[in-house]
Structures are given as C-alpha cells and as structure tokens.
C-alpha cells in the first residue's frame, strides 16, 4: 500500500488553506421535505449532490454522517460512496461520521471499511467510540498510521447524557475523558516531536462551556480536536476559546444543520458556510496568537 501523506499533516495544510470549518452532509428527513425533496433515495442522491457541489471546493472538510444513508439500505450506501469520492476529488478531505466502536478484531473489520485504500468507502478520517475501552481501538488506530488517514475518538461530546459516562472518575482519580485525551496524546507524541499536527483527534463538544474543565481534561492532544454543536445545537463560534482555551487552534468546528437549512440554493449554502468560517475565523484570531 502506498500510504498518503499523514492525515495530521494534509489537515493542517487544509485548515490553512481553506480555515478550519466542517460542515456536516445529514440528510434528515426533515431536511429532505425542506428543501422540497422525496425521502427516498432520489432525494437523498439529489440532497448529498448539491451539497458536494456546493462546498467540496471550499471547505477543508466534509462529515458525511453514515445513519443517514444506512437508512436507505444498500442503494443509500452507494450514495454515500459516491459522495466521498466527489468530494475527495473536488479537494475536500472526508471524515466519515460513523462511530465505531467494537471488539479489537470486529473493531480491525470496520476499521479496513473506512480507512483501507481499496475499500469503496475509502475515507480520509473516520469517527470511532472508544467505550469498549482504548486498546479495542488498536486495528484503527494501527490501519490509519499505515495508511495515512485519521481517527476521531469521541472524548467529551456535544450531548448532555455524555458526562455520565466520560465524568466518571477511574480508580486512578482521572476522568474518564481525559484518560480517553491522554491516550490521543500520546498516539501523536512523534508526530509532535517533528513540528506535525497528529493524526489521532478527539471530539469535543462546542456545547460543553466550562465543563470540559470541570472533566479536568487537559484538551491539547497535539491533535485535531472536532467540535461539533455549532448552530443546532446552541453553541456558537465565539464559544470555541472559552471551551478550548489555547487549544483553539487545533480545534475542527462541526456544523451540519446551521449550513444545510439554507439549501437547497447552491449560493446560499456557500454563503452560510463563509459566514460561519469567517466567525470561526474572528473567534480564533482574537484569542491571541498562534503557537506555530
Ligand atoms: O462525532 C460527531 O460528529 C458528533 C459528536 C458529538 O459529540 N456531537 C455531535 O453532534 N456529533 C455529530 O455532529 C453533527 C452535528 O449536527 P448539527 O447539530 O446539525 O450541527 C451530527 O452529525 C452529530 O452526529
């Protein structure tokens, strides 16, 4: 396998040339009747489509969210793998939002769907849930450093039921969460030693204010942090200092809804997502300097 170039790295360069916004690809149904579409697969086709022809070529990343397309069974799946594709080719990179989380051997299973080369649902990162425990990770984590993509694993996320689980406190005193931070930490330890962003990220939600503090989560992974909850949610651009301090600068914002309900106008979808980059851009450049 000729591996790509480290996904941190083709990331960074991303984030630089294009700013550092997500926007997410979820065709709800509810979308689907908004923008004057069947829920079927015709819509979904005609939904993802526009969405990849409006924003492949300008945002530095497209999070196509997997349930939406499971949904429609094997004819939404062959949607899906047209989209990455279209969007890969078009010079966004793919983060396939589908929140694995398995045994190590079902886990190296999913892991070889997304982030194997000759797999039809080749991705540039995919989403994965570490609560089977870190290690039950490994064929993932072990598949992207071959292959030059990336893996998020969920830390703290944007949801209220999330703390029960990743605020509980371990034997050792640490939260569950900043255990989950500290082992991303140190999968990027030698990506970091050479000036490189790592290609391991953490999700953390926008949404979470001073909580992530409170989980007593040290956020810098040396790692792209994803955060989601922008829009929809709550949480806006001006929240990402407050929550991620001087991590802010590795930090993906996530918005799916708060773009997709200005389609299905190719133009007004363009023109949201400028807007939500340039406030992500405002918010960053006023919590001071970078660091690199
Ligand atoms: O991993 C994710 O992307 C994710 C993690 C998380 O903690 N919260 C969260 O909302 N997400 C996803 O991010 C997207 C948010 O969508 P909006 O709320 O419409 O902006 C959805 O696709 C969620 O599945």
Redesign the pocket.
């Known amino acids: 396998m000729t591996p790509l170039e480290p996904f941190g790295a083709r990331l960074r360069r991303a984030m630089d040339e294009r700013g550092p916004l997500c926007v ?1 690809i ?1 065709p ?1 149904a509810s979308l689907l009747a908004d923008w004057g579409l069947s829920d079927d697969i015709a819509g979904l086709e005609r939904f993802t489509h526009t969405v990849v022809e409006a924003l492949a070529d300008r945002v530095a990343v497209l ?1 196509p ?1 997997s ?1 939406f397309f499971e949904r429609f069974g094997s004819r939404g799946i062959a949607v899906l793998e047209r989209a990455v594709a279209d969007a890969r080719a078009a010079g966004a990179l793919v ?1 396939m ?1 589908a ?1 694995r989380g398995d045994i190590g051997s079902t886990m190296a299973a999913y892991a070889a769907t997304y982030l194997a080369p000759s797999s039809p649902l080749f991705s540039d990162a995919v ?1 994965v849930s570490p609560y089977l425990g870190y290690g039950s990770l490994r064929p993932a984590l072990d598949l992207a450093r071959e292959s030059g993509t990336g893996v ?1 694993v ?1 830390a ?4 209220p039921e ?1 703390a029960e689980v990743q605020h509980a406190v371990r034997a050792d005193g640490a939260t569950v969460a900043a255990t989950m931070l500290d082992h991303l930490r140190a999968e990027n330890a030698a990506e970091a030693a050479a000036g490189a962003m790592g290609s391991y990220g953490a ?3 926008a ?1 979470l204010g001073g909580s992530a503090g409170a989980a007593g989560a040290e956020l810098s992974i040396d790692g792209p942090l ?1 955060a ?6 709550g949480a806006t651009a001006a929240d990402l200092p407050k929550v991620f301090g001087a991590a802010v600068r590795d930090v993906v914002p ?7 309900r200005h389609g299905p106008d190719v133009a007004a979808l363009r023109e949201s997502a400028a807007r939500f980059a340039g406030e992500v851009q405002e918010a960053v450049t006023a919590s001071g300097p970078a660091a690199h």
């Open positions: 997410g979820d709800h999070k969210q349930a983060l939002d929140k989403t998020f969920l703290l996320t944007s949801n999330g999700v953390v939600g949404t994803l989601p909850g922008i829009g929809a949610q996530n918005v799916s809804r708060g773009v997709l």
